[in-house]
């Protein structure tokens, strides 16, 4: 029983750090402002992906985000001559990834608890976004290559 409470208290952390990493990008994209606010109420309420406008808004974003990466993904097969993370395409390519997969595995978690490799899952993609802006950020190549609008964020 304390392992399945303590399975629970990870999976709301992971939620509020997606919460706070959805909530930092929606500052810069608007698509985050979404998946931040699902976010939030699965991190304090796990039970609420149960419920119907919960699960058709992210049903209906994470459709949106899946023709995003298509088109994303033809363009970077089409134009990339670099690594994808140093193309604007290629980061928010990244970004809808991570969308798509955290939605889904929020989604899951209504009729099945998230344990063992789920859990872990979850525990390694609320991690991923903190560590490609750490690359990100720490890449002077990388950084000088920014668009305008990205250097007067950070």
């Known amino acids: ?28 994209q608007v ?13 304090l309420n ?11 808004l992210c049903d209906l974003h994470s459709a949106g985000c899946i023709v995003g990466i298509i088109l994303l993904a033809c363009s970077l097969f089409a134009y990339t001559r670099t690594n994808i993370l140093h193309e604007e395409e290629g980061r928010e390519l990244s970004g809808l990834l991570i969308i798509t997969i955290w939605m889904s ?17 979850a525990i390694l993609v609320s991690f991923f976004p903190f560590v490609i802006w750490l690359y990100i950020y720490m890449n002077k ?3 000088a290559s920014w668009p305008t609008h990205c250097k007067t964020v950070v």
Do not use: Q
């Open 105 to 121: 595995l929020c989604r899951s978690s209504a009729k099945n608890p998230l344990g063992g490799i789920r859990l872990i899952a």
């Open 31 to 43: 698509v985050y402002f979404v998946p931040a606010a699902l976010t939030l109420f699965v991190g």
């Open 1 to 28: 029983m304390a392992g399945g409470r303590g399975a629970g208290r990870l999976w709301r952390l992971c939620n509020l750090l997606m919460a706070a990493f959805f909530g930092l990008a929606a500052v810069v």
């Open 141 to 143: 190549e990388m950084r």
């Open 46 to 56: 796990p039970s609420i992906t149960d419920h119907l406008v919960w699960r058709t």
